[in-house]
C-alpha cells in the first residue's frame, strides 16, 4: 500500500472513531501514529500538541499536517488532513439534515449524557500520559506549578500562558540558573 494512502488511511480511522473533540483524539493519535505506525517519536508528539496549541487551528488537524508533513513532505500533510477530516464532513453533511428532527430526542440526550464522562476520562488519560513525559525534572515541575497557579489566580490570557511558559523554560533550562 503506498504510504501517502496509509496517511490518508490512518488518519481517517482517527477521525472516523474520535468523537469529542481534539484532546478525546489524542489516546487514538498517540495510538495509531506513535506506537502503531512509528511515524513520530513520543518526544515528537508531545511537542506536536505543544505546537498545535500554539497555532490556529484544531488540534486533529495541525497534528494531521504536522506528522503528514514529516512522513512525506506537502502531499503527506494533504492527505493526512483530508483523511483526518473527511468522516466530519461526511456525516455533518448527513446529519444536518436530521438534526433538527433529532435534537429533542430523549435517546440522543441520554447517549450524550453517557459520552460526556468517558471523554472526561480520555482526556485524563492523556494528561496524565503527557505529564510523564513532560514532567521529567523539578525545573519542569516548578514551572507546572507556577503557571498552574497563574492560571488559579488569574484570568490570564493563554496565548500568555505560552508566553510565560517559554519565559520560563529560557530562565530555568537555557539560562540554567536552577
Known amino acids: 500500500m503506498?504510504?501517502?494512502i496509509k496517511v490518508f488511511l490512518s488518519f481517517l480511522k482517527i477521525g472516523a472513531f474520535s468523537f469529542g473533540g481534539g484532546y478525546a483524539m489524542l489516546p487514538l493519535i498517540q495510538r495509531e501514529i506513535?506506537?502503531?505506525?512509528n511515524w513520530i517519536t513520543y518526544k515528537e508528539f508531545v511537542d506536536i500538541i505543544g505546537i498545535s496549541q500554539m497555532t490556529p487551528g484544531p488540534i486533529a488537524i495541525n497534528s494531521a499536517t504536522f506528522v503528514g508533513f514529516n512522513v512525506s513532505g506537502v502531499l503527506g500533510s494533504i492527505c493526512a488532513t483530508l483523511g483526518v477530516i473527511s468522516f466530519s464532513f461526511i456525516l455533518v453533511s448527513?446529519?444536518?439534515?436530521?438534526i433538527v428532527k433529532f435534537k429533542e430526542s430523549?435517546?440522543?440526550?441520554?447517549?450524550?449524557a453517557g459520552m460526556r464522562p468517558a471523554l472526561i476520562g480520555l482526556i485524563i488519560s492523556v494528561f496524565?500520559?503527557?505529564g510523564r513525559e513532560s514532567y521529567k525534572d523539578i525545573k519542569s515541575v516548578i514551572i507546572g506549578i507556577i503557571i498552574l497557579g497563574l492560571l488559579f489566580t488569574n484570568k490570564l490570557h493563554p496565548i500568555l500562558i505560552i508566553v510565560i511558559s517559554g519565559i520560563l523554560g529560557i530562565i530555568f533550562y537555557g539560562l540554567i540558573l536552577i
Not at 34 to 37: A, F, H, K, L, P
Not at 94 to 98: G, K, R, S
Not at 106 to 112: E, Q, R
Open 34 to 37: 506513535v506506537e502503531s505506525n
Open 2 to 4: 503506498s504510504l501517502l
Open 106 to 112: 430523549y435517546i440522543m440526550k441520554a447517549a450524550l
Open 128 to 130: 496524565l500520559s503527557l
Open 94 to 98: 448527513i446529519a444536518n439534515h436530521y
